[in-house]
């Protein structure tokens, strides 16, 4: 039990105010703290903004400064379990609306009050306990989804290994070490939910702490010891026969081993192969020229002349701060990023908060609950295409435009002393048809520095010197940076995989990449992929969550293979396609599949390949265990007397 300070006002000042208002009902047990002129209307452009008055606000933390005294000072908790109507009311209360009732199981599930989820292996059963000791998995990646999927296979009791081509954890946290790289997902939510961190530094924090969460991670689930780093799985064959996968890893000594598995877990993610621009004289640049997920710490910026090519989220949090140190930068921008106002987007989250998260029963989960829906289900209606609208081809929908209003008022609130950069830096796309970045206002702040240039110039060739555009310009340059993002689409580039008869990975996907749910594909037994096709997301959420769902899912089908007493599971073709089909007619209903957008989202055929188009619950639902009739299950076959 922590000492109650003696300045307890002071450090719940900060604190967010309605879920403090509903950890109150479990430490009192009782449900007058939601009261209406308590309740919270949020501002959508300013979510700081609660739409209570500062003296109800006032009022309600000194009653809540009271409650938790009291609390703190020796009086137990009065409600850790409280019934369904009780957790429906708390919700309404702190999401500002009421929650549709569809949600509320899928929401309870995530709020995790009495610390069980759907996502906790379940092998209890002795003989279940055994088959999985049998089985043995190599997962393909050490970064957020694969130590995620060591974590519950080690609980499942599935002995496992993990093979990743880097020298640590992390992916792409460790990977990405430009300079500003940070999440742009709040990490209160963005952290596994079974693993929350109440020491978060900032809310958004940078990569060297994502990076050092991942390694905690590792250290307390101990998972290291089943980690081979530098080592790449270069192709993977299914033994038909034996019902098993050959995997052939090369090790940073050039050695190459055979390994086996039962099955395999692909954890590589979708944003780990650079994409280098297809410009004509790439490569004759004779000064250091780098991808921004390839930092070179050893070339110094600082008095250089630096082009910097691409304006998506990677550059849009480098720019900002190479831009003081150099002599000149010259950023080329295709197409500009829609931001979404967040003024704090570099803050610290302040110590008073962090002893709230760490003493405040209850108000961690609250916190988490808030950021999780007003960020996810409650945000989607913004970017949900109309097929009624028939307004510019700007916006997808009315809710889309007032949006696209609400951030284009920010920036040129921003330009205002520049109204030449206006045409420039407000896209003319859909919000929501790209990535959108987190905007605090130093991208602009970056834009308007005297040292600075925006090229809005098509970019036609790369030269020794520099970076030559339409208008027969060439730009001289030290230093050249790709801020061009990565080969999404080509999901599992670097791996041949062979299934079921020889059958190539590659060759079935025809460089349109598609699976069941985004995991498994039909001819490819005890395949799984995380984060794979059609499973990220653009507006909705932490793909943490995603891959949770995954793990879940693919450690269930594991289950259903040791319940079974089946050796191999593959999904049937017609679930696979019907599913494929589904997602394909529900991404045309968004912006980011509105055909006035390019991005990454899509790949050479214009499908929309790498976004899930349904809601976080239907993905939640679906993933809750496999279905044994979506699935060929292959039996061992019996011997021969
Ligand atoms: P990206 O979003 O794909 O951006 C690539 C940029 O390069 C775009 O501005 C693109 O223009 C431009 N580009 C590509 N080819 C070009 C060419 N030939 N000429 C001129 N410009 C060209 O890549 P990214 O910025 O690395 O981000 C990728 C994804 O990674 C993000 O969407 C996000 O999901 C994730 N990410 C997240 C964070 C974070 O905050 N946590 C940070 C970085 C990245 P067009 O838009 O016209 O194609």
């Not at 480098?318 to 829609?338: C, D, G, K, N």
């Not at 929501?432 to 809005?456: F, P, Y």
Request: aromatic letters at 10%; glycine letters at 8%; charged letters at 20%.
């Amino acid at each position: 039990m922590a000492g109650v300070p003696a300045n307890l006002e002071d450090m719940l000042k900060d604190a967010h105010l309605p879920a403090l208002l509903t950890a109150m009902v479990h430490i009192t047990g009782d449900t007058g703290w939601l009261r209406p002129e308590w309740a919270p209307t949020y501002n959508p452009m300013d979510r700081a903004d609660l739409g209570i008055p500062e003296e109800r606000q006032a009022e309600a933390r000194k009653a809540v400064a009271e409650a938790i005294r009291t609390h703190l000072g020796g009086k137990p908790l009065q409600m850790a379990n409280p019934d369904t109507a009780t957790l429906r009311r708390q919700m309404d209360f702190v999401a500002g609306a009421p929650i549709p009732e569809q949600y509320v199981d899928f929401l309870v599930d995530e709020l995790t009050l009495d610390g069980r989820s759907t996502k906790d292996p379940q092998f209890e059963q002795p003989q279940l306990k055994a088959a999985a000791r049998k089985l043995n998995v190599l997962v393909i990646g050490a970064g957020m989804s694969g130590l995620l999927a060591g974590i519950r296979l080690s609980q499942a009791g599935v002995p496992f290994q993990i093979v990743d081509k880097n020298a640590d954890v992390g992916g792409t946290w460790f990977e990405n070490t430009y300079p500003g790289c940070r999440v742009d997902n709040s990490n209160h939510m963005y952290s596994y939910s079974f693993e929350p961190n109440h020491l978060w530094p900032q809310h958004f924090s940078p990569q060297p702490v994502l990076l050092e969460y991942f390694r905690g991670i590792a250290a307390k689930y101990d998972l290291r010891k089943h980690i081979r780093f530098e080592t790449l799985v270069e192709s993977l064959a299914w033994d038909d026969g034996r019902a098993v996968w050959r995997a052939t890893l090369n090790g940073k000594d050039g050695r190459t081993e055979i390994v086996e598995a039962n099955a395999v877990i692909t954890a590589v993610g979708q944003l780990n192969r650079p994409r280098m621009p297809d410009i004509p004289g790439l490569g004759s640049f004779e000064g250091p020229a780098f991808h921004s997920a390839e930092w070179r710490h050893d070339v110094d910026l600082k008095g250089k002349r630096v082009g910097v090519i691409g304006t998506g989220a990677s550059a849009y949090q480098f720019v900002p701060e190479i831009a003081p140190e150099v002599a000149s930068l010259t950023v080329f921008q295709r197409t500009p990023p829609w931001g979404l106002p967040v003024p704090h987007y570099h803050d610290d989250v302040p110590d008073n908060m962090k002893w709230v998260l760490e003493h405040v029963p209850y108000f961690d989960k609250w916190y988490r609950f808030y950021l999780f829906w007003m960020t996810t289900e409650g945000f989607l209606p913004m970017v949900k295409s109309d097929p009624a609208w028939t307004g510019p081809a700007t916006a997808v929908g009315p809710e889309n435009a007032m949006l696209r209003e609400m951030a284009t008022l920010s920036l040129q609130a921003q330009i205002a002393d520049r109204p030449d950069l206006a045409d420039k830096v407000i896209p003319q796309y859909p919000i929501g048809g790209k990535r959108a970045v987190l905007d605090n206002g130093v991208w602009i702040a970056a834009l308007k520095r005297d040292n600075v240039s925006l090229v809005t110039d098509k970019v036609t060739e790369i030269t020794a010197k520099g970076v030559r555009t339409a208008d027969g310009v060439e730009h001289e340059f030290d230093v050249l940076i790709y801020g061009t993002g990565f080969q999404a689409s080509n999901f599992l580039s670097f791996l041949k995989v062979k299934g079921r008869g020889g059958r190539d990975l590659h060759e079935t996907w025809g460089g349109d990449a598609k699976a069941y749910l985004g995991m498994t594909v039909p001819g490819f037994p005890n395949f799984f992929i995380t984060y794979g096709p059609n499973t990220n997301i653009v507006v909705n959420g932490s793909i943490i969550f995603f891959s949770e769902c995954s793990v879940r899912y693919i450690v269930g089908c594991l289950k259903l293979l040791a319940e079974s007493g089946a050796r191999a599971l593959e999904p049937k073709k017609a679930v696979h396609d019907d599913f494929n089909r589904r997602v394909d007619e529900a991404n045309a209903g968004w912006a980011w599949g509105s055909p006035h957008v390019s991005s990454w989202y899509k790949n050479s055929f214009g499908r929309v390949s790498q976004n899930w188009p349904f809601g976080l619950i239907d993905y939640w639902r679906a993933t809750l265990a496999p279905n044994p009739d979506d699935f060929v299950l292959e039996k061992t076959p019996e011997p021969v007397a």
